[in-house]
Each structure stands twice: as structure tokens, then as C-alpha cells.
């Protein structure tokens, strides 16, 4: 626990899991049009956003009929979604497999950061009403 603990509290920036230890396979120079295969229909394409983990807080409300902003952000990883990356990482899953973890915890988080802001806005509205 002390090493997660330790781990997200260096984190500052969104950092970016390595997603392959293989070498990057040669080019053919005899055939080129050998190595433009289109991937498997069955495994969506993976972009560099894909394996990146937001940092930082969510925005809260200042006041009670504050919309809610469009980029909110997501929350500050938990002990537990630390732990749970971390697994992630070192599990040895498929590139697939491991950006559809991530995208999944970048969702959750997100999902959460919009709770909260609908749970301080109520917070707000409640202690703003006259008495």
C-alpha cells in the first residue's frame, strides 16, 4: 500500500504505460505492401490516447446554478485505481485487452467526476435556500 501510496503522489503529469516490450518489425523492402495489413475486424485500432492516464481533480461548483463545464475531467486516482493500474501494467495482457482497461478506468473516473459535481451542486442548492 506504502508504494501505490508512493507511486500517485510522484505522478503529477498524464503518463503513458509502455503498451509492447516486442521490437518494431522490419520493413520489407522486397514487398511493401506486406506490411499494410489491416488489423483483425474483431480488435478495434489503438491510438497513443488510448494508453494515457488523466491526472489530476475534477472541477467542483462555486455556487448552486453553476452548469456543469463540458471538459470536467476526471477524478484523482484512488489508492485502489492506482493498485488496479498498476496491475494492469505489469500483468502482461494484450495491447487490446489492456487499452480497453484503461479506456474503462477513464470512463469510471470521468462517470464519478460528473457524481460529484451534481452532488456538491446539491450541497449548494441546499445550503443556499433561506431557512
Known amino acids: 500500500m506504502l508504494k501505490a501510496t508512493a507511486l500517485r503522489a510522484r505522478m503529477e503529469t498524464a503518463t503513458v504505460f509502455p503498451t509492447d516490450t516486442t521490437p518494431p518489425p522490419t520493413k520489407n523492402t522486397l514487398n511493401p505492401q506486406a506490411d499494410t495489413s489491416p488489423p483483425p475486424p474483431d480488435q478495434p485500432p489503438q491510438t497513443h490516447d488510448d494508453f494515457i492516464i488523466p491526472l489530476g481533480d475534477c472541477l467542483i461548483p462555486s455556487h448552486p446554478d453553476q452548469p456543469i463545464p463540458p471538459n470536467i475531467g476526471h477524478i484523482r486516482l484512488t489508492l485502489n ?3 488496479r493500474l498498476i496491475w494492469i501494467t ?28 451534481h452532488h456538491f451542486r446539491a450541497r449548494l442548492t441546499t445550503q443556499a435556500a433561506p431557512a
Open 90 to 117: 505489469k500483468s502482461g495482457l494484450r495491447k487490446a485487452r489492456m487499452a480497453f482497461h484503461l479506456r474503462w478506468s477513464r470512463w469510471r473516473r470521468r462517470h464519478q467526476a460528473i457524481a460529484r459535481w
Open 81 to 83: 485505481e492506482t493498485l
